[in-house]
T-cell receptor
Framework: GNSVTQMEGPVTLSEEAFLTINCTYT??????LFWYVQYPGEGLQLLLK?????DKGSNKGFEATYRKETTSFHLEKGSVQVSDSAVYFC????????????FGGGTRVLVKP | ETGVTQSPTHLIKTRGQQVTLRCSSQ?????VSWYQQALGQGPQFIFQ???????GRGNFPPRFSGLQFPNYSSELNVNALELDDSALYLC?????????????FGSGTQLSVL
């Protein structure tokens, strides 16, 4: 079956620090990969995506590269802000399974001023 | 603001009761998916509705059921509530056939089962 594993949190950082959240996946087929963000009291928002190997998704200073050889999609940001404090979810979908998303367990990030 | 609204925002029930959660999809969207997010975990797919019929289901028992109405709004019904049903229930709307980037989530209903 399909599964996503991401590093457990919480991750606590100081403002302007470098952030990395590891994500690896197992999939039957060729998945599309996503990072979603959940701010307190809100629903999930798509942060970035990649649909094929070596694609790099980017948005709001965050980046992640689809690495088929290591089945990974690690999220990075060079300089975090307090406003980046949230829970981040790595997810995948298989085209044959429609829009069904398989999520990782989430990583809580806390950025301190 | 995604345009997907869920009600109620919070709900408390006791074990064995039944509950109905509601979702209004974003304008123009014809597909609704429901996810269960237990505390500290990622969301898990419950089922999807398209054209008022179930169009895919995750690993949830039959006491989880749903409806979609002609205006594409949706309900999630859970019978015989169990303590482990306590979770945030998320609704997501989309346009059938659109890529996943067009999936929009509501803010969820927080269900507590006592």
């Amino acid at each position: 079956g399909n599964s996503v594993t991401q590093m457990e949190g919480p991750v606590t950082l100081s403002e302007e620090a470098f952030l990395t959240i590891n994500c690896t996946y197992t999939a039957t087929g060729y998945p599309s990969l996503f990072w979603y963000v959940q701010y307190p009291g809100e629903g999930l928002q798509l942060l970035l995506k990649a649909t094929k190997a070596d694609d790099k998704g980017s948005n709001k200073g965050f980046e992640a590269t689809y690495r088929k050889e290591t089945t990974s999609f690690h999220l990075e940001k060079g300089s975090v802000q307090v406003s980046d404090s949230a829970v981040y979810f790595c997810a995948l979908s298989i085209k044959a399974a429609g829009n069904k998303l398989t999520f990782g367990g989430g990583t809580r990030v806390l950025v301190k001023p | 603001e995604t345009g997907v609204t869920q009600s109620p925002t919070h709900l408390i029930k006791t074990r064995g009761q039944q509950v109905t959660l509601r979702c209004s999809s974003q304008s123009g969207h014809n597909t609704v998916s429901w996810y269960q997010q237990a505390l500290g975990q990622g969301p898990q797919f419950i089922f999807q509705y398209y054209r008022e019929e179930e169009n895919g289901r995750g690993n949830f028992p039959p006491r989880f059921s749903g409806l979609q109405f002609p205006n594409y709004s949706s309900e999630l019904n859970v019978n015989a509530l169990e303590l482990d049903d306590s979770a945030l229930y998320l609704c997501a709307s989309s346009l059938q056939g659109a890529p996943n980037e067009k999936l929009f989530f509501g803010s969820g209903t927080q269900l507590s089962v006592l």
